[in-house]
C-alpha cells in the first residue's frame, strides 16, 4: 500500500507543477502578445514621424524656394506633433511588460 500511496503523491506533485508550468506559459504569452501589440503602436507612431518630416522638409524647401525665409507656424506646429508622437512612443515604451 505504501508503494500506491508514494505513486499517488508523485502523480499529484507531478500534475501540480505541470499546472504551474502552464500557467507560467499562459502568462508569459499573455506578455508576448502585449509587446506585439504595443511595438505595433509605437510602429505606427514612427510612421507618423517620419511623414510629418517628410511634409515638414517639404513645407520648408517650397517656402525658402518662394521666400528665402524659412521661419513660421506651420513649421512649428508640424515640430509639436512630431514632439507628441515622440511622448506616445514613450509612453508606450514603458507599458511593455518587463
Keep these: 500500500m505504501a508503494l500506491f500511496d508514494k505513486l499517488g503523491e508523485l502523480a499529484k506533485n507531478?500534475?501540480?507543477?505541470?499546472?504551474?508550468?502552464a500557467k507560467s506559459a499562459g502568462e508569459k504569452a499573455g506578455d508576448l502578445a502585449?509587446?506585439?501589440k504595443i511595438n505595433s503602436q509605437i510602429g505606427d507612431q514612427r510612421k507618423k514621424i517620419t511623414e510629418i518630416k517628410e511634409?515638414?522638409?517639404?513645407?520648408?524647401?517650397?517656402?525658402?524656394?518662394a521666400e528665402g525665409d524659412l521661419a513660421d507656424?506651420?513649421?512649428?506646429s508640424l515640430c509639436k506633433l512630431i514632439?507628441?508622437?515622440?511622448?506616445?512612443i514613450a509612453e508606450l515604451e514603458a507599458k511593455k511588460p518587463h
Aim: hydrophobic share 45%.
Design 34 to 36: 502585449e509587446v506585439v
Design 83 to 88: 514632439a507628441l508622437c515622440e511622448s506616445e
Design 73 to 76: 507656424e506651420q513649421a512649428v
Design 55 to 65: 511634409e515638414l522638409a517639404e513645407h520648408y524647401w517650397l517656402k525658402f524656394k
Design 14 to 21: 507531478t500534475g501540480e507543477k505541470a499546472g504551474a508550468l
